[in-house]
Nanobody, 130 residues
Framework: VQLVESGGGLVQPGGSLRLSCAAS????????IGWFRRAPGKEREGVTC????????YYANSVAGRFSISSDNTKNTVYLQMNSLKPEDTAVYYC????????????????????????WGQGTQVTVSS
């Protein structure tokens, strides 16, 4: 199992970025994919989760309405569209996978608890600054 993030960079406040998480070694419809982030000096925070098996998602309150997670199972890739970015969104963003979550909607906030996840990418830096 391998996860590779890409798409990070420097963006001005109010701008947008799209992160990608390319998965290999497993099929997305059998796993939940979560996005997490770690800001400087802070603990890792769950951002969002998607389960392709039932097509549901869950978002942390801090990003709901601004971020959108989606998956393209033909490319085995999950995307995180980030709009209306704020300086407090600055962090290293990680995607992670688990087969212990079968429904993001059903699990709710538990779906973005990092202890559920078994496989992690290396992370991609997102910096929001003017």
């Amino acid at each position: 199992v391998q996860l590779v993030e890409s798409g990070g960079g420097l963006v001005q406040p109010g701008g947008s970025l799209r992160l990608s998480c390319a998965a290999s070694g497993f099929n997305l419809d059998e796993y939940a994919i979560g996005w997490f982030r770690r800001a400087p000096g802070k603990e890792r925070e769950g951002v969002t989760c998607i389960t392709s098996s039932d097509g549901t998602t869950y978002y942390a309150n801090s990003v709901a309405g601004r971020f959108s997670i989606s998956s393209d199972n033909t490319k085995n890739t999950v995307y995180l569209q980030m709009n209306s970015l704020k300086p407090e969104d600055t962090a290293v963003y990680y995607c992670a996978a688990t087969n212990r979550i079968t429904s993001a909607q059903h699990m709710g906030v538990l779906s973005i608890i990092d202890g559920w996840y078994d496989y992690w990418g290396q992370g991609t830096q997102v910096t929001v600054s003017s």
